[in-house]
Structure formats: structure tokens, C-alpha cells
């Protein structure tokens, strides 16, 4: 995951409630219009509950490596 899609998962999260579920996360960025590309790496996102935008970028970080 480049900074340019982390930017696109970060804006698509903005204002999203935590703790959250992937669902949720998948939820909230589908209501803000999320691009494809973005809603796949939510999608591939672990499931488990999401602290903040930090974890969230985290298991992320794990996940594209």
C-alpha cells in the first residue's frame, strides 16, 4: 500500500465511529463515496475490531506486505 492509497483510506475513514468492525469501516467509506481500489484494501482489512485510524493503518501495513 502506497501513500497515495493510505491518503484514500485515511479520507475515506475520516469521522468514522471507534471502536469499529471491518463492516463498519466498509460502511462508513461506501457513505462517503469511496473508490474501488479503496474499498478492496478496507475489505482486505483482518476481521477484528479497529481501535482508531492508527490500527487501522497498521494491520493494513501488515496486510500489503
Do not use: K
Amino acid at each position: 500500500m502506497d501513500s497515495t492509497q493510505w491518503s484514500a483510506v485515511a479520507d475515506a475513514l475520516r469521522g468514522a465511529g471507534y471502536p469499529a468492525n471491518r463492516q463498519d469501516l466498509l460502511n462508513h467509506a461506501r457513505q462517503q463515496t469511496a473508490d474501488d481500489r479503496t474499498l478492496e484494501l478496507i475489505t482486505a482489512l483482518p476481521i477484528g475490531i479497529y481501535r482508531n485510524l492508527v490500527d487501522v493503518r497498521d494491520r493494513l501495513r501488515a496486510v500489503a506486505t
